[in-house]
């Protein structure tokens, strides 16, 4: 893995959370349902498409099941939400309790959880951390709104503010800070060889994600108690992505 990409790990965790609030459907239903089936077993090292083609299925059984619980067919409820009503908006139209859907959900989400344990795919410590998660992002799953673009969309374009943000605040062009993370530096050391102070880049990256973060409130996409807990990291999460530099194939270090 290249210094950028360790640069977007990193980011990824910065802002999880925030793109995480739009979660619903294919694009949010995947990211969660991956957990029970991903990455274990004998097939786990298949790749992307085994490990997508996994994700595929916990969507898919998350809307399924979502849908047989209110009483329309899946098709009708992903055309729904995409024309932006929550899973339990569309409950509500059929005179269906969206805490059934909720449950309904958890209820098959656990046993597919406990299916990919008992088919040898994920043990028995990882399934029960998947089945503590799930109620509250089966929640999620019902009662918020689809966000116009997937995880991972979503995640690039905040990663690419940042950068975006650092590059201005070092007086550089974005792809010449990409380029410089390829070759394995930090972009500390970067902001250090044009004279640009480290702390000044932290000090504008945590301020455009502040941004972010309250524009997501403000949208409804986030609520206030947890945009505060993610606000209250920023400061040490956006250090260590700006300090964080790969050489060659050693592991990850930061500058100092």
Known sequence: MNGLAHEGNRMKKLV???TVAGVLAAGGSAAWAAQPDGSGGSGASGGGAA??????HGARLALQTAATTIGISPEDLSTQIR???TVAAVAG???VDPAGVVNAVVTALTQRIDQAAAEGKIDADRAAKAKEKVPNLANRFVNETKSKRTG???RHRVLGEALNTAAKEIGVSEDALKQALKDGKSIAQVAKEHDKSAADVVDAIVKKATSAIDQAVKDGKLDSKKAD???QKLPDRVKKLVNRERQGGSSPTPTT
Do not use: S, Y
């Open 229 to 231: 807990e993610i606000k």
């Open 152 to 154: 991972a969309g979503r």
């Open 83 to 85: 024309g932006g009503k």
């Open 16 to 18: 999880a959370a925030v």
């Open 51 to 56: 490990q997508q083609g996994r994700r595929g």
């Open 93 to 95: 139209e059929h005179n």
